[in-house]
């Protein structure tokens, strides 16, 4: 049987073709970036900020223009009623609070630039210096109210592993202290089950690690030196910090862009930096 279809159900079918292909290609896109942003925003041009002041200085004469052109309207008596006044009054209102609305982005988009464009970055050294020094203490709270586990334990296992010492990271559970559905209590036993878990993993390598610091600080002075067996030994804790951080990132089933992203821009970069660091210290011992 031969079917007859209409214009508009042709149309509407390759309306939803485009519809599912652009909503499949959006969401490989998300799913394939996993380049984590940039701690520090982009260089502007040399005529980025002029150009924002300008923008402003055209928003504020556009608008002194539309003043006058209604206030000679009103002068020259071209308004022939009250209707026509309030109309005309009501207008301008509602022009004069858009273009306050649309000054303040402006501004705040001009000041954002030109501190961009005077920002320069404190080099890792300077930060390095400061800290060896001072060492406030630091929380991190993660908040979560019925959150995946998984999304618990990929925010604090990433704050746990900041390079910042004082740290102390604290989950903050929202859930209802007695839910009354099974999914939600098995949500709450493993939100609270994850910190426990999580100390267990940090706790081995942690203490090794923090073994190995008192060590030093109990040296003299004189033994503190950079000697080469003391450089030696601080590349073998770092390769093992390395293995550390590629057996984490091998440990994670790799189901989601999440996981990717957890396993290879998160655990697998440190691990690369740490052995980084080893072979640049075997190098100078």
């Excluded at 609305?101 to 920002?119: P, Q």
């Excluded at 590349?235 to 989601?256: C, M």
Aim: charged letters at 25%.
């Amino acid at each position: 049987k031969k079917k007859n279809f209409s214009f508009h159900q042709i149309s509407r079918q390759m309306q939803e073709i485009i519809v599912s292909e652009k909503m499949g290609i959006d969401r490989f896109k998300s799913e394939s970036d996993r380049e984590p942003v940039s701690i520090q925003p982009a260089e502007v041009g040399p005529m980025v900020v002029p150009a924002a002041r300008f923008t402003i200085a055209l928003t504020i004469g556009a608008w002194i223009l539309l003043f006058f052109e209604q206030f000679q309207r009103s002068i020259r008596g071209t308004l022939d009623s009250s209707i026509s006044v309030s109309d005309t009054l009501l207008y301008t209102i509602t022009v004069t609070l858009l273009t306050l609305s649309c000054l303040s982005y402006l501004v705040c988009r001009a000041a954002n630039y030109e501190r961009i464009s005077k920002h320069r970055a404190a080099p890792r050294s300077e930060i390095d210096s400061y800290f060896a020094k001072n060492q406030p203490s630091l929380t991190a709270l993660v908040p979560s109210y019925r959150e995946d586990e998984k999304v618990n334990k990929y925010t604090l296992l990433s704050a746990s592993l900041q390079e910042y010492p004082n740290l102390r990271v604290v989950l903050l559970i929202d859930d209802p202290p007695n839910p009354q559905e099974e999914e939600h209590k098995q949500m709450l036993e493993s939100a609270r089950r994850l910190c426990v878990d999580l100390n267990g993993l940090l706790s081995g390598p942690g203490q090794r690690f923090r073994a190995a610091l008192d060590d030093y600080d109990t040296l003299p002075l004189a033994e503190q030196q950079p000697t080469p067996p003391l450089l030696r030994n601080l590349a073998a804790l770092y390769d093992e910090a390395a293995e550390w951080l590629q057996t984490q990132a091998d440990q994670i089933p790799r189901k989601d862009h999440v996981d990717d992203f957890m396993a290879i821009d998160v655990l697998k970069r440190m691990s690369d930096d740490m052995e980084r660091t080893a072979d640049a210290l075997r190098l100078a011992g």
